[in-house]
């Protein structure tokens, strides 16, 4: 079980500023907190925790995805606009790289 990904998972359900994980351990921030209402919560996220956080990381794919475009693919794509406007012969090489990089993306997270 992932700590980061079981965090995230109540923090959907619960108020984060209500609990704090240690490890794999809930500890509310006010005996308020710790209520029958929110221990049922954390147990059935935890009783669901394989499927749950199958979705969540599926729900991921896209932002992630996302991030390494701008991260690694539009720099290059940058570079290719500013090669092109000025009529430069590597032009076409620096697309093809930025083409490259958006398909080596693409299949790291499928």
């Given at each position: 079980m992932d700590a980061?990904?079981?965090?995230t998972l109540i923090a959907q359900r619960i108020n984060p500023i209500c609990?704090?994980?240690?490890?794999?351990?809930?500890?509310?921030?006010?005996p308020d907190f710790d209520t029958p209402e929110n221990r049922a919560i954390v147990e059935e996220?935890?009783?669901?925790?394989?499927?749950?956080?199958?979705?969540?990381?599926?729900a991921q794919i896209p932002i992630k995805r996302e991030a390494m475009y701008v991260a690694e693919a539009?720099?290059?794509?940058?570079?290719?606009?500013?090669l092109r406007?000025?009529?430069?012969?590597?032009?076409d090489k620096k697309k093809q790289e930025w083409l490259?990089?958006?398909?080596?993306?693409?299949?790291?997270?499928?």
């Open positions: 980061n990904i079981l965090c609990f704090q994980l240690w490890g794999l351990d809930i500890h509310w921030m006010s996220v935890i009783k669901n925790y394989t499927e749950l956080a199958a979705a969540y990381e599926l539009d720099p290059i794509h940058n570079a290719y606009l500013s406007d000025a009529e430069h012969l590597d032009a490259d990089k958006r398909a080596e993306i693409k299949a790291r997270f499928e």
